[in-house]
């Protein structure tokens, strides 16, 4: 479900913004991204331990943090979630090349490699930070996760509609 929720918010915002020319504008849709991420961690955290992401489950697990039996089933419940999600909103927007909510890289598949790693990174070492140290503020996880979020979708995430 959490998966879910942030998949359809973050990609309705790209979808809203672009059906009202932009009325969201980027930076909206950075915000909901970041503010998406912020509540799913703060709603379904004590369920789940917020891994809305196979890389946040896959990290967990290689560091001894989150048992090895359960990545599948965890995996496959946040593949399924982001392809529910999808399917929403094709169902909600069409399903026209035009309609394509995604981002699409504006430079060399190298410098999108680098520049996804790099975020990647950046996002797992946030996430690890504060919540695999008892000496961070828990409670303050869901903020600076979903802050995090945000930074990268500004910096990284500029969309474009689709050729």
Same mark, same amino acid.
């Given at each position: 479900?959490?998966?879910?929720?942030?998949?359809?918010?973050?990609?309705? *915002?790209? %979808?809203?913004? #672009?059906? @009202?020319?932009? &009325?969201?504008?980027?930076?909206?849709?950075?915000?909901?991204? /970041?503010?998406?991420?912020?509540?799913?961690?703060?709603?379904?955290?004590h369920i789940s331990g917020a891994h809305l992401n196979p890389a946040?489950?896959?990290?967990?697990?290689?560091?001894?943090?989150?048992?090895?039996?359960?990545?599948? *089933?965890? %995996?496959?419940? #946040?593949? @399924?979630?982001? &392809?529910?999600?999808?399917?929403?909103?094709?169902?909600?927007? /069409?399903?026209?090349?035009?309609?394509?909510?995604?981002?699409?890289?504006?430079g060399s598949d190298v410098q999108s490699l680098v520049l996804e790693?790099?975020?990647?990174?950046?996002?797992?070492?946030?996430?690890?930070?504060?919540?695999?140290?008892?000496?961070?503020?828990?409670?303050?996880a869901g903020l600076a996760v979903g802050a995090t979020v945000l930074?990268?979708?500004?910096?990284?995430?500029?969309?474009?509609?689709?050729?």
């Amino acid at each position: 479900m959490g998966t879910y929720l942030l998949i359809f918010a973050g990609c309705a *915002a790209v %979808a809203v913004n #672009q059906r @009202t020319a932009g &009325t969201v504008t980027f930076p909206g849709v950075c915000i909901t991204w /970041g503010l998406a991420v912020m509540v799913m961690v703060y709603s379904v955290g004590h369920i789940s331990g917020a891994h809305l992401n196979p890389a946040v489950t896959l990290a967990f697990a290689t560091c001894g943090r989150f048992p090895w039996i359960q990545v599948p *089933a965890y %995996a496959a419940a #946040q593949v @399924t979630g982001s &392809t529910a999600a999808s399917l929403t909103l094709r169902l909600l927007f /069409g399903s026209e090349p035009e309609h394509f909510f995604g981002t699409v890289p504006s430079g060399s598949d190298v410098q999108s490699l680098v520049l996804e790693f790099i975020i990647t990174f950046y996002l797992m070492f946030v996430i690890s930070g504060v919540a695999t140290d008892n000496r961070a503020i828990g409670e303050l996880a869901g903020l600076a996760v979903g802050a995090t979020v945000l930074l990268n979708v500004l910096f990284a995430g500029p969309y474009q509609e689709h050729p």
